[in-house]
């Protein structure tokens, strides 16, 4: 199988060459893709959801979120549309960094359960046909780790060199910490070791050495090990720093990088289990992307669009989307087979850093004007709903989100509109207890004492937002953002076909028409408050109207070859070109 992902790429690249759409001709069109390499390629129009189990639902009372509880909820996903639950780290942890800090990389934390706790939650993922995605972070360990705790016993140890150290303390030993304005080294000095051992996060996570033969000999173990129990793929943490060159001498900010670890995590990957995918943590700059995905789409199969979303939040801020659209455009070359992960929150701060100073303070003053909602110099550590604060904003965001050319992802509890919790420290705000109910605890725990806080006060009290009453209330965000996962799965133009911006003589509409197959698709979307009227050219020859698949209603087009449009303030179409 290791010839699959090059042979797929010269098949979807023939294809999207062939392919005539209707601004072109009217001919025959090619052949629809073989039902074998869209098995393999599922990422390309499925619908991805982001858990973490310690705070969705607990049901043996210790207070943590379980594999058990989480099996309990596995038709809740299903019906919302749900095609693969990525996991956060579920692994032995001293928990210092939310389950990152990982003690033991073949367990399951006893917090959580118990190995066939997990193994009955995979075989129920499974025949709901729901694929199960989870954190592979090699990047580091915790400084709980055996292998750190031998290491730094003896210099003659042999796992003194999974680990990065110096004698001296390096020069740069305070530059390009990962968390800012909390961090203050990525170089520290162990008193057992006697030596300083490289981190380029928290102090209590050192990081392991990827030079190490055997410590990339141990992560292909790792990847095997978990693809034996039926993982279908892994989101990589960190890929940036996992790939860097460390040393003692070594310039932090301007790293040297071993791409090829890249491909060889994705030939290993593919041996083992041809459709089980990577999905990349790497907020680069679109001119870096390229080595990523890898020749040939021999790279990560996915990776998060950290740049468009960035600018994507600066549209919502300014209600202006020409910076949007030139960083979907920047993005836009990518391998056939590859595809982005679009996605509005994830389990971090909002990440603003490649904005320039001007544009990250109209996002701060829009959405994150108190010192306490920010983070590290550079995010805004709030989740959507009270962020964005109107109800037809967050309406038109997830509209957004699930007709962008890329895999939608969704964090868990921004179905429901969650709340922040902004006492809580650093990125902890935004990882608070699933809320269910109006039960106590919001229905996450019986035990009076959660791992997290509940939110229980506020307009995102657990009483007023949870799971129940957005059921059965069918104008509920839950209910909006099933319905447009339902149509997303109806459109697979926009995971498998061709895709463009059309001008709209509006610098507060986003128009992207998708081809594939003869069919094509309009998507429509003002960021503006006020309603916007235009006159859009299709740049379509045949099409003579567009049937909207939101309420039926149709636009025809005028003589002068136009379709005039109309949007209401924050509103959203997508159309289909008959």
């Known amino acids: 199988m290791k010839f699959i992902a090059f042979l797929l790429a010269g098949y979807l690249l023939m294809a999207c060459q062939n392919t005539k759409t209707e601004a072109t001709s009217d001919k025959a069109q090619p052949a629809p893709v073989p039902t074998d390499f869209i098995q393999e390629l599922w990422y390309k129009n499925s619908f991805i959801y982001s858990v973490d189990v310690e705070v969705f639902k607990d049901t043996d009372g210790n207070g943590f979120g379980d594999f058990k509880g989480l099996t309990q909820e596995l038709d809740y996903l299903k019906n919302l549309g749900v095609d693969a639950i990525w996991l956060a780290p579920f692994q032995p942890t001293p928990n210092g960094d939310d389950g990152y800090d990982i003690s033991d990389f073949y367990g399951i934390d006893p917090h959580l359960g118990t190995e066939s706790d997990f193994t009955e939650f995979m075989r129920q993922a499974n025949q709901r046909g729901i694929r199960v995605m989870m954190d592979l972070v090699t990047n580091h360990t915790s400084?709980?780790?055996?292998?750190?705790?031998?290491?730094?016993?003896?210099?003659?140890?042999?796992?003194?060199?999974?680990?990065?150290?110096?004698?001296?303390?390096?020069?740069?030993?305070?530059?390009?910490?990962?968390?800012?304005?909390?961090?203050?080294?990525?170089?520290?000095?162990?008193?057992?070791?006697?030596?300083?051992?490289?981190?380029?996060?928290?102090?209590?996570?050192?990081?392991?050495?990827?030079?190490?033969?055997?410590?990339?000999?141990?992560?292909?173990?790792?990847?095997?090990?978990?693809?034996?129990?039926?993982?279908?793929?892994?989101?990589?943490?960190?890929?940036?720093?996992?790939?860097?060159?460390?040393?003692?001498?070594?310039?932090?900010?301007?790293?040297?990088?071993?791409?090829?670890?890249?491909?060889?995590?994705?030939?290993?990957?593919?041996?083992?289990?041809?459709?089980?995918?990577?999905?990349?943590?790497?907020?680069?700059?679109?001119?870096?992307?390229?080595?990523?995905?890898?020749?040939?789409?021999?790279?990560?199969?996915?990776?998060?669009?950290?740049?468009?979303?960035?600018?994507?939040?600066?549209?919502?801020?300014?209600?202006?989307?020409?910076?949007?659209?030139?960083?979907?455009?920047?993005?836009?070359?990518?391998?056939?087979?590859?595809?982005?992960?679009?996605?509005?929150?994830?389990?971090?701060?909002?990440?603003?850093?490649?904005?320039?100073?001007?544009?990250?303070?109209?996002?701060?003053?829009?959405?994150?004007?108190?010192?306490?909602?920010?983070?590290?110099?550079?995010?805004?550590?709030?989740?959507?709903?009270?962020?964005l604060g109107d109800r037809r904003l967050i309406d038109l965001a997830y509209s957004l989100l699930f007709s962008l050319p890329g895999t939608p992802v969704i964090r868990y509890g921004e179905e429901i509109g969650m709340g922040d919790d902004l006492t809580l420290k650093e990125r902890l705000s935004i990882r608070t207890p699933m809320q269910w109910s109006n039960a106590p605890n919001g229905g996450f725990s019986k035990t009076a004492k959660t791992v997290r806080p509940v939110i229980s006060k506020g307009p995102y009290g657990y009483q007023t937002v949870n799971v129940d009453r957005q059921l059965a209330d069918s104008t509920s965000l839950l209910h909006r953002i099933t319905a447009l996962a339902r149509l997303r799965k109806a459109c697979p133009e926009i995971g498998w076909g061709n895709w463009k911006l059309i001008d709209t003589g509006s610098r507060h509409v986003l128009a992207i028409r998708y081809d594939w197959q003869g069919k094509s698709l309009l998507m429509l979307h003002n960021f503006s408050p006020d309603a916007q009227k235009f006159r859009l050219n299709s740049e379509s020859k045949t099409g003579r109207t567009l049937v909207s698949l939101l309420d039926n209603s149709e636009n025809r087009r005028e003589n002068d070859g136009k379709f005039p449009i109309q949007l209401a303030g924050y509103g959203y179409h997508w159309f289909r070109l008959k």
Request: hydrophobic share 35%; proline share 6%; aromatic share 14%.
């Open 143 to 387: 400084d709980q780790h055996p292998w750190f705790q031998q290491a730094i016993k003896s210099k003659s140890s042999p796992y003194r060199s999974w680990y990065v150290w110096s004698k001296e303390r390096p020069k740069k030993w305070n530059s390009g910490m990962v968390f800012p304005g909390v961090q203050k080294e990525i170089w520290t000095y162990n008193q057992q070791a006697g030596e300083y051992f490289y981190h380029r996060f928290y102090d209590f996570q050192p990081d392991l050495n990827t030079q190490n033969p055997l410590v990339m000999q141990e992560t292909r173990k790792i990847v095997r090990y978990w693809l034996n129990k039926g993982i279908a793929g892994f989101r990589v943490d960190a890929v940036p720093f996992q790939i860097e060159i460390a040393n003692a001498e070594f310039d932090p900010d301007h790293p040297e990088h071993q791409f090829d670890m890249i491909a060889q995590l994705h030939q290993y990957v593919q041996w083992h289990k041809n459709d089980a995918i990577l999905l990349g943590e790497a907020n680069v700059d679109p001119k870096e992307q390229e080595p990523y995905f890898g020749k040939d789409g021999q790279g990560m199969q996915t990776m998060f669009n950290f740049f468009a979303n960035q600018h994507l939040f600066y549209a919502l801020a300014t209600s202006e989307v020409n910076l949007l659209a030139k960083a979907l455009e920047d993005t836009k070359d990518i391998p056939p087979t590859a595809q982005w992960a679009q996605f509005l929150r994830n389990h971090d701060e909002i990440d603003l850093g490649r904005l320039s100073d001007e544009e990250r303070d109209k996002v701060y003053a829009r959405f994150g004007p108190d010192s306490t909602m920010q983070l590290y110099d550079r995010g805004i550590r709030r989740r959507l709903a009270p962020m």
